[in-house]
């Protein structure tokens, strides 16, 4: 079935360093590829998405890229900060259904 | 614009016994959408809505029933609490036109425990 495979599940790094977190889909009809952030307790709340005529697109310290012929797209941060710590979950939607198939979320750790 | 509201934040609930969440959204979204996200864990669909009076099941559908009487609300009802549905509800919604899909829009959750 449809699904999206979300690695790795925890991230720990060094405030500064950089973060990949990488995300592949399995429906080709996907065309929509939201990212969203969720701090402890709190709803998750969209950083960055992507859709499938565009290769990469940055948002200051955030970016996300899309291979649709491996079905790959990947959330990079820079400059990581303690405030960037928090769940991160990737989503693949195909065009015209209500469908949102989230991956299973990263647990992304900035040590200071 | 308040977004997307759920009501009420927590709840304690006795096994057997039943109560409805609500959602209410002011955006004009077509969609809106139930997930329940257990403790360390993804999003899990349970209903979703395409518009007043559509609904239709998601992955988790069972125990749970949902109604779509108007495009802003859209309840989540449990009948028969039992254990295995304490969890944290996230109601969402988007806007779709044209086939052209737009982010959803969380709600800040209810979290529910039935003891």
């Known amino acids: 079935g449809e699904n999206v495979e979300q690695h790795p599940s925890t991230l720990s790094v060094q405030e500064g360093d950089s973060a990949v977190i990488k995300c592949t889909y399995s429906d080709s009809a996907s065309n929509y590829f939201p990212w969203y952030k969720q701090e402890l307790g709190k709803r998750p709340q969209l950083i960055i998405d992507?859709?499938?005529?565009?290769g990469e697109k940055k948002d200051q310290r955030i970016a996300v890229t899309l291979n649709k012929t491996a079905k790959h797209f990947s959330l990079h941060i820079t400059e990581t900060q303690p405030e960037d710590s928090a769940v991160y979950f990737c989503?693949?939607?195909?065009?015209?259904?209500?469908?949102?198939?989230f991956g299973t979320g990263t647990r992304l750790k900035v040590l200071a | 614009n308040a977004g997307v509201t759920q009501t009420p934040k927590f709840r304690i609930l006795k096994i057997g016994q039943s109560m409805t969440l609500q959602c209410a959204q002011d955006?004009?979204?077509?969609?809106m959408y139930w997930y329940r996200q257990d403790p360390g864990m993804g999003l899990k669909l349970i209903y979703y809505?395409?518009?007043?009076?559509?609904?239709d099941k998601g992955e988790v559908p069972n125990g749970y029933n949902v109604s779509r009487s108007t495009t802003e609300d859209f309840p989540l009802r449990l009948e028969l609490a039992a254990p295995s549905q304490t969890s944290v509800y996230f109601c969402?919604?988007?806007?779709?036109?044209?086939?052209?899909?737009?982010?959803?829009?969380f709600g800040d959750g209810t979290r529910l425990s039935i003891l």
């Open positions: 989503a693949a939607s195909p065009s015209g259904t209500y469908k949102y198939i």
């Open positions: 969402a919604s988007s806007y779709q036109q044209r086939g052209r899909n737009q982010p959803q829009h």
């Open positions: 809505s395409v518009g007043a009076g559509i609904t």
């Open positions: 955006m004009n979204h077509n969609y």
């Open positions: 992507i859709r499938s005529n565009v």
